[in-house]
């Protein structure tokens, strides 16, 4: 019962993560300079995403996944605020014609370029257009300011990509894949009455040197039958199959296996198991792509760790020391 209140305790300190259902939705969470986040701005953030953790989760389970959902959203949210306050610093002005296209783009994909519909939706959300205008003003303001402060003139030496590559090798590995042909027998197919006859038959078949294609061609209950069975390269398979593929050689035919509803009887054609792919010019592309990736993350926590000791911020929404 203790841990069950002082659960309930840090929920209801952390307000937002309840606040539907309490009705505080002004409730404060943060301060940025003059600038003030609430409860309500955390859930315009998140709305969307909250909708589908409601589909997927339920209980406590759920309300954790809120808590941090929102405590990110406001992490993102006093960010938003730090970059806006130094773009407004810099005494920065985004060209009109940048913003006009922008929000014609956004009025294009959600009212289909018709503005009176989009004013009207504007309208029911309690919004102006000049607002909505000055909004937008502000939110491409500090997209083009974080990129130009994370992403211009990040390179990557080949000599990284390269070390990179023999640090995290088994991030490039490829799946054992194998070349099968299969014959099928459903339990409940054409053969079913005498199943176990036509199992026999196949393998004793298989054992004199009969082909494997004409078999399945002549047995087989599966789409790739008229193929004489062969279903091509293959690495998705069922594990209690995998398990017999690892000892096998191609060439090999395995002894009759049941899975499911069938009796499945496999022809090893051949096996890949080249594991680590090679340094290809793909390979080396992913592992760039990595990298800047890494280090526009590593950018991004530089400058808003920078502009919070430039601009001051007030946070609200800490967890209580005693809370278990």
Known sequence: MKKLILFITYLLLTSYAISESLGTTDALLAVVGDQVITVSDVQKYTTQEEGALAREFSGQDLTRRLVSMRRNALDNLIAKEL????????????????????????????????????????????????????????????????????????????????????????????????????????????????LKIIEEIIVNGLAQGQDFAEMAQRYSEDEQAANGGDHGWLSDLDPRLIEKLKESQPGQILPPMELGNSIYIVRVMDIDGSGVQQLTPEVRKDIRNRLKLMEQEQRYKAFIKELSMKYPVRRLDKKPVNAK
């Open 83 to 194: 970059i806006w306050k130094e773009f407004e610093a810099m005494k920065a002005k985004l060209p009109q014609d940048l913003v006009q296209e922008r929000l014609d783009q956004l009025v294009m994909r959600v009212a289909g370029g018709n503005w009176i519909k989009f004013e009207e939706m504007l309208f029911k959300e309690g919004m102006t257009a000049k607002e909505f205008k000055e909004k937008l003003y502000k939110d491409v303001a500090v997209e083009l300011l974080t990129r130009d402060r994370i992403e211009r003139g990040i390179t990557i030496p080949e000599s990284d990509v390269e070390t990179f590559y023999a640090e995290n090798a088994a991030l490039f590995a490829k799946p054992r894949s194998y070349h099968l042909g299969i014959i099928q027998l459903k339990k409940d197919g054409r053969h079913a009455d005498r």
